[in-house]
């Protein structure tokens, strides 16, 4: 079990830029694989990217490559989620999430561990 806290949400205006941080519990933070994923009110809990347990490999959604960049870093049990040009549209709550390593993949159901969100607001 490893425990997940996000922290770094706020309201932000469109075009601006927001980093999310994501604090792991527990020495083991290298052997997981990494997610974000995001849920608006009223929608389906959608994938925005993923990282290998090293940082070596990263996927991104369609909707947000280009504009997020997600890292990690192991010395400080942290990953992280830098967002430019945000949009309306990008506005949810924003989990992290754990899996034991393995192929990165963007389904919430094969992540294991979830951290309790953090509010991205963006405005217009």
């Known amino acids: 079990q490893v425990q997940l806290v996000e922290s770094g949400g706020g309201l932000v205006q469109t075009g601006g830029s927001l980093r999310l941080s994501c604090a792991a519990s527990?020495?083991?933070?290298?052997?997981?694989?990494m997610g974000w994923f995001r849920q608006a009110p009223g929608k389906e809990r959608e994938f925005v990217a993923a990282?290998?347990?090293?940082?070596?490999?990263?996927y991104h959604a369609g909707s947000v490559k280009g504009r997020f960049t997600i890292s990690r870093d192991n010395a400080k049990n942290t990953v992280y989620l830098q967002m430019n040009s945000l949009k309306f549209e990008d506005t949810a709550v924003y989990y992290c999430?754990?899996?034991?390593?393995?192929?990165?993949?963007?389904?919430?159901?094969?992540?294991?561990?979830w951290g309790q969100g953090t509010q991205v607001t963006v405005s217009s």
């Open positions: 527990g020495r083991t933070f290298s052997t997981y694989d």
């Open positions: 990282i290998s347990r090293s940082g070596g490999v990263t």
């Open positions: 999430a754990a899996r034991v390593a393995g192929r990165l993949v963007g389904d919430p159901s094969r992540y294991n561990y």
